[in-house]
C-alpha cells in the first residue's frame, strides 16, 4: 500500500477523506462498525467558534458540519460550581451523532477500509494484526488514546482520564444548554457533563481521575450520585432512565513535541491532540487528519517531506493546546478541594470563563498563576 490509516475514528476518518484518490490506501480498524458504539459527548463548537478557537487555521470548510449528522444545535454552556454559582456563557455547539459522521466521511472518501482488524503492534515497518501484517509507505497512526503504534515506537504515553457515560432517555434539562459540573464528589479532577442531543435524550457523564478522588470513591459511585442526588443535576436526570452505557478514556496532556517518526504520522488521541483543560478532542483530531492527508499528498507528489507535517498541525493546533496544557494544570492545583476551587472561581467573571472555554488565558488567571502557593495557602 501506499498508506495505511490505523484507526479509523474521526482522525482516521479525516485522514481517509483528505488523502489523494490516485493512492492506494487502506484504513483499519477493530470496531465491527465503525465510531459504534460512541464513547463520546458527541459536541463540536460551531464554525464561528471553531475560528476563535483556533485562530490559525487558514480554512475553516472542515466545521461545515451537515445537518444530517447532527442531532441538536446548542447556544449556552452553563458551566456549574460545587456552591450552585452558574456561569452562563453564550457558546454553540453542534451535538452530532457520531458514529454516523465517522462511517460517512470514511466510506465517502472511496478508500479501501478492513473492519474487524485488531492491530497488536508494530514491527520492522509493518502494522502487525492478529491475523497476518500490513506493509505500507507511510502511516497515519490515528488509532486513539491507547495507541499500539505508539507504545511499539517509544513515543511518551500521555497521562489519561477514564471517563463514564450514560445516554439517557426522559431528561428535562433546557436543550439548548451544554450542562458543565466541577465537583470533587461528582467528577474529581475534571468535570461532569449534560448534553443534549434533543427529543430528551442526552449525554450524561463525568471525567474521572483517581488521583483527585477521596478513598472508596469509584466512577461508578461518583456518576450515579451525580444522576441521583448531586442537586444542580438529579432535578433534570429524576424521570429519565438509561439506555446505555461506556466507559473510555481521554488524554488530558500536551500534545506530542513531534508527531512524525520516521514514516509514521501521528494524529488525534494518539498523539494527546486534545484540549486538555475541556476533554474535547473531535474538532484538533478532524483537523490532524486532515493536515496528515494533506502532508502525505504532497509527499507522494514531491512538494514536501513527512516534516512537513509538524509545521502544519502546529501552526493551526499547537498554542491552544498549550494554553489548554496551562489551564488545565492551573486547575489541578486546586482541585483538591471544592472550597477552594469555588473561591478561586469567585474572582471570575463571564468573559473570563468565555476566554478560558476558547483556550485564551485571562489576566487574571496568568495572575493566579504566580500567587499559586500563595493562594493554595490561604483559599
Ligand atoms: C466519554 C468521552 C466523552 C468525550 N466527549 C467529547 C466531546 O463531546 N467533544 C469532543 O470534542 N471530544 C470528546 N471526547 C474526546 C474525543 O472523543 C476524542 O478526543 C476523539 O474521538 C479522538 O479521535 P481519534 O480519532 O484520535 O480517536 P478515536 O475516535 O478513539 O479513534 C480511534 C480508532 O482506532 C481504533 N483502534 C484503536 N485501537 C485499535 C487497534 N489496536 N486496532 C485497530 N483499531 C484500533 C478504534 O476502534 C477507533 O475507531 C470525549 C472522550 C470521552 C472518552
Not at 49 to 68: Q, Y
Not at 176 to 199: Q, T
Not at 330 to 344: G, P
Amino acid at each position: 500500500m501506499d498508506v495505511a490509516v490505523a484507526g479509523v475514528g474521526i482522525a482516521g476518518a479525516f485522514a481517509l477523506r483528505g488523502l489523494s484518490k490516485s493512492l492506494e490506501v487502506v484504513g483499519i480498524d477493530k470496531r465491527e462498525k465503525l465510531g459504534y458504539p460512541v464513547e463520546c459527548g458527541e459536541i463540536i463548537p460551531t464554525k464561528k467558534e471553531m475560528k476563535a478557537l483556533l485562530p490559525n487555521l487558514d480554512d475553516c470548510s472542515l466545521f461545515d458540519i451537515p445537518k444530517r449528522f447532527e442531532s441538536n444545535l446548542t447556544k449556552q454552556v452553563h458551566f456549574v460550581l460545587p456552591n450552585g454559582k452558574t456561569f452562563e456563557i453564550d457558546f454553540e455547539f453542534h451535538v452530532v451523532r457520531r458514529d454516523e459522521m465517522i462511517q460517512t466521511v470514511a466510506e465517502e472518501s472511496g478508500h479501501k477500509i478492513m473492519l474487524k482488524r485488531r492491530i497488536k503492534d508494530f514491527r520492522d515497518g509493518k502494522l502487525i494484526l492478529e491475523d497476518g501484517e500490513i506493509g505500507a509507505e507511510v502511516y497515519v497512526a490515528s488509532d486513539g488514546p491507547n495507541s499500539k503504534i505508539a507504545k511499539a515506537m517509544g513515543m511518551p504515553r500521555p497521562e489519561i482520564s477514564p471517563a463514564k457515560q450514560y445516554v439517557m432517555k426522559g431528561v428535562e434539562s433546557d436543550e439548548d444548554v451544554v450542562y458543565m459540573y466541577i465537583g470533587k464528589k461528582i467528577s474529581p479532577g475534571a468535570y461532569a457533563w449534560i448534553i443534549p442531543k434533543g427529543n430528551g435524550v442526552a449525554n450524561v457523564g463525568i471525567g474521572f481521575r483517581p488521583g483527585y478522588a477521596d478513598k472508596g470513591d469509584t466512577i461508578v459511585k461518583a456518576l450515579d450520585y451525580f444522576v441521583r442526588e448531586y442537586p444542580y443535576s438529579s432535578p433534570f436526570l429524576k424521570n429519565a432512565e438509561i439506555v446505555s452505557e461506556i466507559g473510555a478514556v481521554v488524554p488530558v496532556d500536551r500534545p506530542l513535541e513531534s508527531a512524525v517518526k520516521m514514516n509514521v504520522l501521528f494524529a488525534g488521541d494518539a498523539a494527546s491532540m486534545v484540549i486538555s483543560h475541556t476533554g474535547g478532542g473531535i474538532p484538533t483530531a478532524m483537523v490532524a487528519g486532515n493536515a496528515a492527508a494533506r502532508t502525505i499528498n504532497g509527499f507522494f507528489e514531491g512538494e514536501n517531506d513527512l516534516q512537513f507535517y509538524d509545521s502544519l498541525w502546529k501552526k493551526y493546533l499547537y498554542q491552544p493546546l498549550m494554553n489548554a496544557y496551562f489551564l488545565k494544570n492551573l486547575w489541578d492545583k486546586f482541585s483538591d478541594s471544592d472550597k477552594r476551587i469555588s473561591r478561586i472561581l469567585s474572582f471570575a467573571t463571564n468573559s473570563d470563563m468565555e476566554k478560558i472555554l476558547r483556550c485564551r488565558i485571562p489576566w487574571k488567571v496568568r495572575l493566579i498563576s504566580h500567587l499559586t502557593p500563595i493562594l493554595q495557602r490561604v483559599v
